[in-house]
Nanobody, 115 residues
Framework: QVQLVESGGGLVQPGGSLRLSCVAS????????MAWFRQTPGYERELVAQ???????YYDSSVKGRFTISTNSAKDTVYLQMDSLEPDDTAVYYC?????????WGQGTQVTVSS
């Protein structure tokens, strides 16, 4: 069993930066990929960035060049570094882990970009 806990959200002005963290606990060796999604009221949850262990990294076109997904050396924490934030980045951000035959989600953290 794996559990994910996100943190690092908050209020930031346009052009500012935030770094989100997702800490994994439990059978973390069963995780084959980690991803960040975001969701705003009335819209479907959308994929922002994904790192597949031993394979590669994917970014949505809306964040490419501004966001960076990474892991620590122990592979128990996934980060989303968000730079040059825009009002359209405002959303609840969720961490997702890929398990054999299923996914696990964190509780979400609110990011608000506003002046």
């Amino acid at each position: 069993q794996v559990q994910l806990v996100e943190s690092g959200g908050g209020l930031v002005q346009p052009g500012g930066s935030l770094r989100l963290s997702c800490v994994a606990s439990g059978d973390i060796f069963s995780l084959s990929a980690m991803a960040w999604f975001r969701q705003t009221p009335g819209y479907e949850r959308e994929l922002v960035a994904q790192i597949t262990y031993g394979a590669g990294i994917y970014y949505d076109s809306s964040v490419k060049g501004r966001f960076t997904i990474s892991t620590n050396s122990a592979k128990d924490t996934v980060y989303l570094q968000m730079d040059s934030l825009e009002p359209d980045d405002t959303a609840v951000y969720y961490c997702q882990g890929t398990l054999p035959g299923s996914y696990v989600w964190g509780q979400g953290t609110q990011v608000t970009v506003s002046s």
